[in-house]
């Protein structure tokens, strides 16, 4: 087993003057250097001794990152280094992203959120994250700083792996922009935790729902699962279900029941896979339920 | 004045809240150094070599011991069988040994605790990995891999109980219930990780400053370990962070004042700090004991329980720490506070190269208690008949004949305890006998939601049992002239955190008839305090009670003779006890007893396995609540910490290496994850022997919570589930759920 008191290594704290600075740094310091945000995953690893970086980049602050915007036009924008908690506060985001509000309140503890970012949950791709299914049905694009300039990044193609992205060694996450989501639009996140406050989820299921004239349904239905693959899983096969039939009961435990087979969970302390699998399925369908149950009502 | 009773203001209340109180993990001194302890990290292996040169020559590393470095290389609270530090060169037979992943093998002492942390991964020990046993039956097995080959066999302890003709009265019995309980590992989470300093003090006495339980008794430890006379060792216990049980054995102690005495052997003076992180702590010190218990009860059909046969298997981990008396404790409650006329007890506790379990508040109690309640609520199914009602048919009265043959101390309140729960959780007492509240388990709005509700009640000794020495010590002194000014209380009872000094001071204060303000106290260091046995075994305030008592007691009269100042000294000796006769198993276990009754309502969903308790009874007798604030909390404290251990700590080894290091991976409950309230019962009926009628209650409401739980689980789900943690996995798993899903 491992040394019970690694001990934090020795780290060089790197404050650049731009995000030039910053990115040259980063490219010439591959594998020894990565950007710093909240630090609340990132301090963690190094002490346990998972990441050996030498060099901690501080980007917060650096051209943007530090503001968070709402626009009725263009929707939301999150810089990198605006912590949850703020995000959550906003009477915009509760308004028009009440379930990237709701993810939030899930992370960790309200002490914790007070440092964590939305961008830093995004960029750490645990596939854990709590408010990165909220995002990517929200249609979230990060904005990335690399050597050739400004990207954008879609968050649906952005994950490849645990811990894994399309962020090469030089690119520095400035924001995160989600358009304003469609009239009348209900999410739902259920996390299946081992207690109230504080675990990763065991499952955590995302839902959001609109209403949709040109879908048979008259629906749109988007789900994102965590914790059960390497990655944040959309799942298009429940999604495609849920656009063509009527929903009902029966269209809802389809769906649910693709969910489930859809992911491929592995087990862990936490939860076994096959409890895992057995969560997206009830979970997937009492959150569709309730997001029905919402539709219907406001309709 | 009638202090005694009143929840007056806790002595540490102040320094507590602003923050001035000091932890050991608080103190500084100057010019102190820092050590850190190399860990085996492997379950079962002989150390072949150890390399310290690397270590020692790093800049800034004053000194690197090993096993060669301790002068009597063993301890342990009764059975010297766990060396101080393992490995070659050592004083004692196979210490070369490590036998758990907590086995500390090399202490690193430096300028500071980055350098000492640095210096310990640099420490080169090769070893020689022996097969490990993880499983107590295996380790039963005649052929089994010996953790300690000098002891011939991994049995470390066994106790039989046999009381009038088991077979014969199964025989006459209208229903038998069977049953096979498994009870988990619990890891006690104490807010302050060890910690603590060594040094020389001025008398030139090797010094610790530690938070323990018993500090003679750590004296007594260290003093051996190092092969000193006793007056040479002194123990201070600063705020002690939490306790349960985790500090009765030794952690820090016995290396801190070695490193601090074999450094001034080298003419440097300097303090020792050490400071255990989380993942430390974890993996070491003790757990609770894992039992197995296999255990058949025949009743006849009017209710009368006639036989009771238990087999018990305790995993003792790798060393023995208190494994032989909480075994002892769960022979005797294996069949609950009952009035069974046969009885046959066989129990084991049994060595493997798991981390060591020992002393968790109830010490046995519990994991026998879930035994006993499930097989009695079983049986009233069996029966068709309302469990408080079978309890009150068989449960002990004063004059009852326990198990051990021998009849129960007087004091006996379990049937009003028990009824006081029954009734505020909804029982009715009828013409026709007990009938339990009408819980209908499924809501029609909600269909996955299943309600339930449970009950169990159990017993648990107040003080050292079984023969072992018991008694306490406390010194009285009154300062003034005319009247009394002052009064120094000389205590060495530990707080740890339970209230014991506020205790100590309300008790001088009555029998004294002064105010709170006058006392002063003078607690918790082996240089100005007599031997006041361990703040265990839910017996400080009954013990400490009757020393300061008896102790002010006599300081009033030297007073009356104008004595200035005047002082009493006194020793409080309660009723012997006896060990187990080794066939039968007949003794005098205790010399009082706490009683408690407990009832959970539970909603279960069933789509999660998720379980929430909505509502929670406790009734407890304590004799006379002597701080009723400090009762009631010492209540919630214990229920909460019993749902933890019911519902959600799961501590998981495999191959005896844990994967639940972190607070992380195991996890205990929050804020959001416990009822709204516990409905707490003081329940007061005197114990006759206890200061002003207290009894011991830190223990007794953990005692019966988990079959309370289970058993409206089962009424909830219809199913009874005879392991836990009750985690929505197993929920699940037991409602066919999982197997279904894998079919799928």
């Known amino acids: 087993m491992q040394n019970p008191h690694p001990g934090l290594p020795e780290i060089e704290y790197i404050k650049p003057a731009s995000l030039e600075e910053a990115s040259k740094f980063l490219a010439a310091h591959a594998g020894e250097a990565r950007p710093f945000l909240g630090g609340t995953d990132t301090f963690v690893r190094l002490r346990d001794g998972a990441w050996k970086d030498k060099y901690l980049v501080d980007v917060k602050g650096l051209d943007g990152t530090a503001q968070v915007s709402f626009d009725p036009e263009k929707g939301l924008t999150i810089g990198a280094g605006v912590a949850m908690n703020r995000v959550e506060a906003m009477p915009e985001v509760r308004e028009h992203y009440p379930l990237l509000a709701e993810a939030i309140r899930t992370v960790a503890s309200y002490q914790l959120r007070n440092r964590a970012t939305i961008v830093g949950n995004i960029c750490n791709a645990s596939p854990a994250g709590d408010t990165i299914g909220a995002c990517m049905l929200y249609g979230g694009v990060l904005k990335v700083f690399g050597a050739d300039g400004v990207r954008e990044e879609p968050l649906d193609t952005f994950f490849k792996g645990p811990g894994k992205t399309n962020l090469k060694p030089g690119d520095i996450a400035l924001s995160l922009t989600l358009p304003l989501p469609p009239r009348g639009h209900v999410g739902r996140y259920i996390k299946v935790a081992r207690n109230k406050l504080g675990d990763l989820a065991i499952v955590g299921v995302s839902v959001l729902a609109y209403p949709d004239a040109t879908l048979a349904s008259g629906y749109r239905f988007l789900i994102a699962l965590a914790s059960v693959a390497p990655v944040p899983l959309r799942v298009p096969a429940a999604e495609k279900v849920l656009a063509e039939k009527t929903i009902d009961e029966a269209t809802i435990a389809e769906a649910a029941q693709i969910a489930m087979d859809s992911c491929s969970p592995i087990d862990d302390v936490r939860g076994s896979a096959q409890y895992r699998k057995l969560m997206v399925r009830n979970m997937t369908r009492r959150a569709l339920t309730e997001v029905w149950q919402k539709l219907t009502q406001a309709a | ?744």
């Open chain 2, 1 to 744: 004045m009638a202090i005694l009773g009143q929840s007056v203001q806790r002595v540490d209340a102040l320094g507590k809240v602003t923050g001035k109180t000091l932890y050991p993990g608080d103190l500084n001194f100057p010019n102190q150094v820092y050590m850190k302890v190399y860990f085996a990290r492997r379950p079962h292996a002989r150390i072949v070599s150890i390399d310290t040169s690397a270590a020692e020559q790093h800049p800034g590393v004053l000194a690197v011991f090993t096993a060669k470095d301790v002068p009597v290389n063993e301890y342990g609270l009764g059975i010297f069988d766990q060396p101080v530090l393992c490995g070659p060169g050592s004083s004692k037979p196979y210490a070369d040994r490590v036998r758990f992943v907590g086995d500390q093998v090399a202490l690193v002492v430096a300028e500071t605790e980055e350098i000492a942390t640095h210096a310990r991964d640099l420490i080169k020990v090769v070893y020689e990995d022996l097969p490990v046993v993880d499983d107590p039956l295996e380790a039963m097995q005649e052929n089994a891999t010996l953790l300690h080959p000098d002891r011939g066999s991994n049995i470390l302890t066994k106790y039989r109980i046999r009381k009038g003709d088991v077979e014969k009265a199964f025989s006459t019995a209208d229903v038998i219930v069977e049953g096979e309980y498994i009870t988990p590992v619990q890891e006690h989470v104490f807010l302050q990780p060890e910690a603590g300093v060594g040094l020389i003090d001025e008398e030139g006495r090797v010094t610790v400053y530690v938070a323990g339980q018993w500090a003679h008794k750590d004296q007594e430890q260290i003093a051996h370990a190092l092969g000193l006379p006793l007056e040479q060792v002194r123990v201070i216990y600063p705020a002690i962070g939490g306790a349960f049980g985790g500090r009765e054995d030794m952690s820090v102690q016995i290396i801190l004042a070695l490193a601090a005495w074999r450094l001034h052997q080298r003419g440097i003076d300097r303090p020792v700090k050490i400071v255990w992180s989380r993942e430390e702590s974890i993996i070491g010190h003790h757990k609770r004991h894992p039992y197995r218990i296999r255990t058949r009860w025949g009743a006849t059909k009017e209710g009368k329980i006639v036989a009771a046969e238990v087999e018990l298997i305790a995993d003792s981990g790798a060393y023995a720490y208190t494994s032989p008396k909480v075994l002892g404790n769960a022979t005797l409650m294996c069949t609950g506070p009952y009035e069974i006329p046969n009885v046959k007890v066989d129990s084991y506790a049994v060595y493997t190269n798991n981390i060591p379990n020992g002393a968790f508040r109830g010490f046995g109690g519990p994991q026998a208690a879930f035994a006993a309640e499930m097989q009695v609520n079983k049986l009233a199914e069996k029966l068709g008949m309302d469990p408080v009602e079978l309890r009150m048919r068989n449960i002990l009265r004063e004059g009852s004949v326990l198990s051990v043959g021998t009849p129960i101390p007087k004091g006996v309140s379990i049937e009003k305890v028990l009824a006081e729960c029954a009734l505020k959780a909804g029982w009715q007492k009828t013409e026709m006998g007990w009938k339990a509240p009408d819980i209908q388990s499924i809501d029609p709005k909600y269909p996955h939601l299943r309600r339930g509700i449970g009950i169990a009640c159990a017993f648990k000794n107040v003080g050292f049992s079984f023969g072992a020495p018991e008694q306490c010590w406390a010194t009285v002194e009154l300062i003034g002239k005319a009247e009394i000014e002052t009064v120094r209380v000389y205590h060495a009872g530990a707080d740890c955190g339970q209230g014991a000094h506020t205790v100590f001071a309300q008790i001088a204060a009555e029998t004294l008839g002064v105010p709170m303000e006058k006392i002063e106290l003078i607690v918790s260091d082996t240089a100005t305090t007599l031997n006041s046995g361990s703040a265990s075994a839910s017996r400080m305030t009954f013990m400490a009670g009757n020393a300061i008592k008896g102790a002010a007691e006599l300081a009033l009269e030297n007073w009356n003779n104008e004595e200035r100042p005047a002082k009493g000294t006194y020793q409080y000796r309660p009723p012997k006890t006896t060990p187990y006769d080794p066939e039968t198993g007949k003794s005098e276990p205790n010399f009082a007893y706490g009683y408690v009754a407990e009832a959970a309502e539970v909603l279960v969903d069933t789509e999660t396995g998720q379980i929430e308790v909505n509502r929670f009874v406790c009734a407890d007798d304590v004799g006379k609540a002597v701080n009723p604030q400090q009762v009631i909390g010492q209540i919630e404290g214990a229920v909460v910490q019993a749902l933890g251990y019911t519902l959600m700590e799961n501590f998981i080894q495999k191959d005896a290496v844990p994967l639940t290091t972190t607070l992380s991976t195991y996890l205990i409950p929050t804020i959001l994850d416990i009822p709204e309230k516990v409905e707490s019962i003081v329940v007061e009926q005197p114990d006759p022997i206890g200061p002003y009628g207290a009894r011991g209650m830190g223990e007794m409401p953990y005692m019966a919570v988990a079959p309370a739980v289970c058993t409206a689980v089962k009424m909830a789900t219809g199913v009874w589930i005879d392991e836990f943690p009750l985690t929505p996995e197993r929920i699940l798993d037991a409602l066919g759920e999982l197997e279904e899903e894998g079919e799928a």
